[in-house]
């Protein structure tokens, strides 16, 4: 059975950085596309960026292009997302899902399973 544990959230001033983390157990890491979601208070899950299995291509939703940058690491079966420049309006559980198909990770309402999150709270 897939595991996904996501890590790595805090409270942190807007402008600043933080990395959150997803490893992933359960199979074969190197073979599936990975993605990054969150859910702010009171709104839906939204999709924020995703990375290819094969050649590590990136994509990222609007708001967050230029602020956050998302990467693998096959070896450790983990994906990050690398987060700068935060705002207030970035505050959320950040959840990673992952699918064989990258188009599958433009929404989160493709997916049943998930982890239990990592909180970031951006302070004003």
């Known amino acids: 059975q897939v595991q996904l544990v996501e890590s790595g959230g805090k409270l942190v001033q807007a402008g600043g950085s933080l990395r959150v983390s997803c490893v992933v157990s359960g199979n074969s890491f190197s073979h599936f596309a990975m993605g990054w979601f969150r859910q702010a208070p009171g709104k839906e899950r939204e999709f924020v960026a995703a990375i290819e299995a094969s050649n590590h291509r990136t994509y990222y939703e609007d708001s967050v292009k230029g602020r956050f940058t998302i990467s693998r690491d096959d070896v450790r079966n983990t994906v990050y997302l690398q987060m700068n420049s935060l705002k207030p309006e970035d505050t959320a559980v950040y959840y990673c899902?992952?699918?064989?198909?990258?188009?599958?990770?433009?929404?989160?309402?493709?997916?049943?399973?998930w982890g239990q999150g990592t909180r970031v709270t951006v302070s004003s």
């Open positions: 899902n992952q699918h064989r198909d990258v188009v599958w990770l433009a929404s989160p309402t493709n997916f049943a399973s």
